[in-house]
């Protein structure tokens, strides 16, 4: 697993077309020396000129270490990372990055895998289909979007090298509202690890198929967060190598309460999706609002992500 807290400048060199409402971003080194390596699965952070921190996955060949390419798609929703992207970004603008960091990370020695992808959720998984060519290992690839317009790496998925192992569909030509999501899971081969990226509705469909799997062959990664951030506050904050106590108000999260104290830590996506805010715990109980820690992980209470979650007790003492 890559797991990198490099900061980097990287220049954008080239923008290119993908599908309606998404543009692939071609970054690479500002001073021409290779980049970090990163996995399939891997995403990094991109610090955006209006102070925006954002985080996106690495959709291009891992073997490649002159340039990262990331898939952005436009959001009716977005909070100011995908439009001003799509927008004011420009062939030559140098961005901060940091990472990468994989909390997707693929299994290269497994028997059979099973790649599952949704709409922009194809990005990582495009990543991973390159790996597992080049190494030669079995692998499917079941990938669905709503219409072919909205749909990226429709050529490069056609090719006839990988047609064999990709099964494409549409919900406006086929009549049929989602995947065969029991179908999928069930007629893959004893062993396989399987791995789902896209909107909510697949991705809970995806776990209910795969329930009774082993967790340790069964991976997602969401773009959105399940629930809303823990913002009822009335707790206190012990900051362990600081000694610090910070009260935690109704209506915010730790994070902002921490921003607005002087306190700078690390943060991204602000919505418990990618990971970038992980602190340890060092004692009192969380609630757990993030999708990137498992259930166990959740359990042990050793760790949570302060952007989202908040605390189940009056006191938190976290490892800042």
């Keep these: 697993m890559t797991d990198s807290d490099q900061r980097f400048p990287a220049r954008l060199h080239a923008i290119t077309y993908g599908c309606e409402d998404v543009l692939l971003f071609d970054l690479r080194s500002a001073d021409s020396r290779p980049l970090p390596p990163f996995d399939p699965g891997s995403h990094v952070d991109l610090r955006l000129p209006n102070g925006l921190v954002r985080s996106y996955s690495l959709m291009n060949d891992c073997a490649e270490r002159h340039r990262y390419v990331l898939g952005i798609k436009r959001e009716p929703a977005s909070r100011g990372g995908s439009n001003w992207l799509h927008d004011q970004a420009r062939v030559g603008m140098s961005f901060e990055v940091t990472g990468p960091c994989n909390h997707f990370a693929l299994q290269e020695t497994a028997a059979h895998s099973v790649l599952i992808a949704g709409g922009i959720g194809i990005t990582p998984i495009w990543s991973m289909v390159q790996r ?8 499917q690839l079941h990938y669905r979007a709503r219409r072919r317009a ?8 056609s090719a006839p090298s990988l047609r064999p192992h990709v099964s494409m569909s549409f919900s406006d030509e086929d009549g049929v509202p989602r995947l065969e999501m029991e179908r999928i899971v069930r007629g893959a081969p004893e062993g396989s690890h399987y791995y789902c990226c896209g909107p909510l509705g697949m991705i809970e469909a995806f776990q209910a198929a795969s329930a009774d799997i082993d967790a340790g062959r069964v991976h997602f990664e969401y773009f959105a967060p399940k629930e809303t951030a823990a913002t009822d506050g009335g707790f206190t904050l012990k900051l362990a190598r600081s000694g610090r106590e910070i009260a935690v108000r109704p209506g915010q999260t730790i994070l902002a309460t921490l921003q607005g104290c002087g306190v700078s830590v690390p943060a991204s996506c602000e919505q418990g999706v990618c990971g970038t805010c992980e602190v340890g715990v060092i004692s009192g109980t969380p609630d757990h609002r993030d999708i990137v820690l ?8 050793k760790t949570m992500m302060i952007c989202c979650s908040g605390s189940l007790g009056p006191t938190l003492v976290l490892d800042l």
């Design 150 to 157: 909205c749909a990226p790496l429709l050529e490069e998925l």
């Design 132 to 139: 597992m060519q080049a190494l030669g290992r079995p692998w």
């Design 294 to 301: 498992s259930d166990v992980e959740k359990q042990s209470g």
